[in-house]
């Protein structure tokens, strides 16, 4: 059900299906990133609101959501590629995946406008 990120430390072949032995990986914000994680909230609802085709009124996006839940819903149901999907997994912790999920959207509304980005300018 994707609640939890773990790490698969051996598996068991004995078997016809496929039995692993895991470990968790804490993945919640440190104490340090959460006034950094609330810094971007601003900006990632910002960005929500341009990347939707809903983007002429900003979507109520729940103040009472933590920001480290917004951030990982919106990873969790933004309709992103596979491999875009894959880095947002592969992000080590909720700043760094809110970072990349602010880079991702920043792409999708330079995209939606027709603006590329080349060579460190938006052209």
Request: charged share 30%; aromatic share 4%; proline share 5%.
């Amino acid at each position: 059900k994707g609640l939890e990120k773990f790490r698969i430390t051996a598996e068991d072949t004995s078997r016809a299906y496929r039995l692993a032995h895991v470990e968790a990986i804490p993945d919640g914000p440190r104490q340090e990133e959460r006034a950094a994680i609330a810094s971007h909230r601003h900006r990632l609802e910002a960005l929500v609101a341009a990347a939707t085709e809903h983007g002429r009124q900003e979507p109520k996006l729940p103040e009472s959501v933590p920001d480290h839940d917004l951030v990982n819903a919106l990873a969790q149901y933004f309709s992103f590629e596979p491999l875009e999907r894959q880095a947002l997994l592969e992000c080590d912790g909720v700043l760094s995946r809110c970072l990349a999920l602010i880079d991702l959207l920043e792409m999708r509304t330079m995209a939606l406008r027709g603006t590329k980005w080349v060579g460190g300018a938006v052209h």
